[in-house]
């Protein structure tokens, strides 16, 4: 049953099981392709859509402080470049920097930001990055559009789109990256603005562009989308894994309480119905009146305990109701040298507490602290409210625990199930400390979140209306 003294209560968490882990196709074609069937927009997790949103937050405010450097370049080089290409920077630059900073004044207010917002804000980027070549062609060469190093911005925006964009997206964007780099070339060629050469080699020594460079460059681009787009898959499903993985847990550390809880019960019943029904009969033959009674409280309070069996807590007010038919049970035992102290304000008759906390914990005291004693005991049972927190005592003044130590053998088990499961529903936001009191005695000192039952709280609000 539960042990005297406890030093230290260790408490076991859940064995988390092995993962699998995640394996990455041996191929990229196969992954790629199953990564394109998106999953339904019922299936993605919140927190995944929220991650989503924040990246492209972030992302935006990016873009912001390079356009802005981008444009105080063009500002400081103007007087040095053609005027065909300050209009270009100006054609270019001026709305991107009006549709970026309007974002926050339109939408980045809202909690949620538009489903549309971060494909539209990708195909702009690169939208941007393509007309910005294509200004190059347009006030330079077709050579120089082509060589510029806002080339490389194509692998930037797709490097983004894992974090921001689901795997459709990404798709599309890495879809629009080859199609608009492969029209600016064909354009270029039809226009007559390049002329590139079959060898590159000779395309090197005459600083002119070579089919094969601009090709791989096109498959380069194309490889680059697939493995942004199987990226944005890994990540979707590797979160969405992850999520479900820590919701089994969740749902196994709740049976686990449960059965804990169960089984606290079951060790409960047996020990105690034992000595009530032994005191019960005793009373028969000698005052039946008491019998009856004693017996009328054995009922209730096994009907209370399989009343809260599938409720992890219960408010101040019936716990007190349970310890109140346990006390007088145990009183018509142990009689004069049992006294019981309960010291718990009235306003916090709708606290709850986890259901079968301080029957345990009395019992403890009276099994080995009164019982032991010759003479009579009390134990005493105080509740307080402290700064948000739930301060719960239970302190006998019994034989002390070295005097249990020697008389009695105690696993603790009470006493560390109780500690288990206020782990489960609190975590880190309870304390468990337990005590000697000097001159003998033990002391059970608690600590939990202050809450109320939701079904007080409101018939106390309709009251103060209807006042």
Do not use: C
């Not at 005097?403 to 529903?425: C, P």
């Amino acid at each position: 049953m539960i042990a005297g003294r406890v030093n230290q209560i260790s408490v076991n968490g859940v064995k988390r099981s092995d993962a699998v882990p995640y394996r990455i196709a041996p191929t990229l074609l196969p992954g790629l392709m199953s990564s394109l069937a998106d999953q339904p927009a019922s299936t993605i997790p919140l927190s995944l859509r929220l991650r989503r949103e924040r990246a492209e937050r972030i992302m935006n405010g990016l873009r912001g402080v390079i356009l802005l450097l981008l444009a105080s370049a063009a500002l400081v080089y103007a007087p040095a470049l053609s005027p065909e290409l300050d209009r270009v920077n100006a054609i270019l630059l001026v709305p991107l920097l009006a549709w970026t900073f309007g974002q926050y004044l339109i939408w980045y207010r809202n909690d949620h930001l538009p489903e549309w917002l971060p494909l539209t804000n990708a195909i702009l980027d690169v939208t941007a990055v393509t007309g910005i070549m294509a200004g190059y062609s347009l006030s330079g060469s077709g050579n120089m559009a082509l060589r510029t190093p806002i080339f490389m911005m194509y692998f930037v925006i797709l490097a983004a789109r894992p974090v921001a964009s689901s795997v459709r997206k990404t798709a599309v964007v890495a879809t629009v990256v080859a199609v608009q780099y492969s029209a600016l070339f064909a354009w270029l060629l039809f226009t007559g603005e390049i002329n590139p050469l079959v060898s590159p080699v000779d395309a090197v020594s005459l600083g002119r562009l070579s089919y094969l460079d601009e090709g791989a460059k096109i498959l380069i681009l194309a490889v680059a989308g697939g493995v942004a787009t199987y990226a944005t898959s890994w990540v979707e499903r590797l979160v969405i894994e992850s999520i479900t993985e820590s919701a089994e847990r969740q749902k196994v550390e709740t049976q686990l309480a449960k059965a804990q809880l169960d089984t606290l019960r079951l060790q409960l019943s047996p020990h105690f119905l034992f000595n009530a029904l032994n005191g019960a009969m005793a009373l028969i033959a000698t005052n039946s009146r008491a019998a009856e009674k004693m017996l009328a409280s054995i009922s209730e309070f096994l009907r209370m305990i399989l009343r809260s069996s599938a409720e992890p807590k219960v408010t101040v007010e019936r716990e007190l109701a349970l310890l109140h038919h346990y006390i007088e049970i145990q009183r018509v035992r142990f009689g004069e040298k049992l006294k019981v102290v309960i010291d718990v304000d009235d306003s916090l008759a709708a606290a709850m507490v986890p259901s079968l906390l301080l029957q345990p914990l009395v019992e403890n005291s009276i099994r080995h602290g009164i019982s032991p004693r010759a003479s009579a005991g009390t134990v005493a049972v105080r509740m307080s409210a402290d700064h948000g927190m739930l301060r719960i005592l239970v302190e006998d003044d019994g034989v002390g625990p070295s005097a249990r130590r020697s008389k009695q053998r105690g696993t603790g088990l009470g006493l560390s199930n109780t500690a288990t499961r206020l782990n489960h529903l609190y975590g880190d936001r309870y304390s468990f400390e337990t005590s000697a009191v000097g001159g003998g005695g033990f002391r059970v000192e608690l600590s939990l979140p202050l809450e109320k039952s939701r079904e007080k709280n409101a018939a106390e609000q309709s009251v103060e209306i209807q006042s």
